[in-house]
């Protein structure tokens, strides 16, 4: 009796799940109706399998300014769209993404890669670079930990690989959903930002962009960088739950303060800020 109630219960949730992407497909295809996209039957198939890069690339084909005016995101809260209006002006440019967790999925480099921008994206997660060398191929994909080198970390991996983390702080003070739990640790070595740095990013090659995302890790990171050397224009770092207020007052705002880099723009749980000599 217990195991039917148990497959029932997971078969309601499988149908609450279609019926979920369902409706977002249909927004979607709304909205591109709204804007008179021509809707091919390859077109229809991937939104409703949900298949983003496959989205863009029909679009690209189809309606190229369709892109350009914002229609779609992938970071989380829209950062990407806040990063392209501040590259307005630039074609190519260059990032380092840290984090970076998935090719696309709440991705705030995918725009700019698309738009031709290049970089290095680096991620803690075994078998994370995999999908990166496949969708993200002309990009430098490494997989580490980055960090205080001096001492081996505890990586903690859950069943939504967005919230692996090696911050003990994080872990504890999360008040995660019953659909979301932990599945494995394993121990990682960490790597110094500028270590990276000094290997991979090409010697005539300014950073436009540092995105950092590590889940409780983020000062952890900019302390292992060499700011003498390594001075990246724009810097997306992320401040959960945090307001406005607050954010003027967390550590790595103040860190990044001392170094130069103003505050310019928030999203809900990111930061952006501006090296002010660029300003």
């Not at 380092?96 to 696309?104: I, K, L, Q, R």
């Not at 019953?178 to 394993?186: A, C, E």
Request: net charge negative; with cysteine; glycine share 4%.
């Amino acid at each position: 009796m217990l195991l039917d109630r148990a497959k029932g219960w997971i078969e309601r949730q499988r149908l609450q799940r279609r019926q979920r992407n369902a409706e977002r497909a249909a927004l979607q295809l709304r909205k591109l109706i709204d804007r008179k996209v021509s809707l091919s039957d390859d077109m229809i198939e991937a939104v409703v399998e949900r298949d983003r890069p496959k989205v863009l690339e029909i679009l690209g084909r189809t309606d190229p300014t369709f892109l350009q005016e914002r229609a779609l995101t992938f970071s989380q809260e829209g950062e990407d769209l806040i990063l392209m209006r501040l590259f307005a002006q630039r074609s190519k440019g260059f990032f380092v993404d840290v984090g970076a967790y998935h090719p696309f999925r709440f991705s705030n480099t995918f725009l700019l890669y698309n738009a031709g921008w290049r970089g290095i994206n680096v991620d803690a997660t075994p078998g994370s670079m995999q999908a990166f060398e496949q969708i993200r191929p002309d990009d430098t994909n490494i997989e580490c930990f980055v960090g205080d080198s001096s001492s081996e970390r505890v990586f903690t991996r859950y069943n939504e690989p967005a919230l692996n983390t090696a911050s003990q702080a994080v872990i504890e003070s999360r008040t995660l959903p019953s659909s979301y739990w932990s599945v494995s640790t394993t121990t990682v070595h960490p790597r110094t930002l500028s270590s990276i740095l000094d290997e991979h990013k090409p010697s005539d090659t300014a950073i436009d962009l540092l995105n950092l995302d590590v889940e409780g890790s983020e000062q952890e990171v900019l302390e292992s960088n060499d700011w003498s050397r390594y001075r990246p224009e724009v810097i997306v770092i992320e401040q959960l739950s945090t307001d406005l207020r607050e954010s003027m007052r967390h550590p790595t705002t103040t860190f990044l303060n001392e170094r130069g880099y103003e505050l310019i723009a928030k999203a809900f749980n990111s930061v952006l800020f501006r090296l002010e000599e660029r300003l």
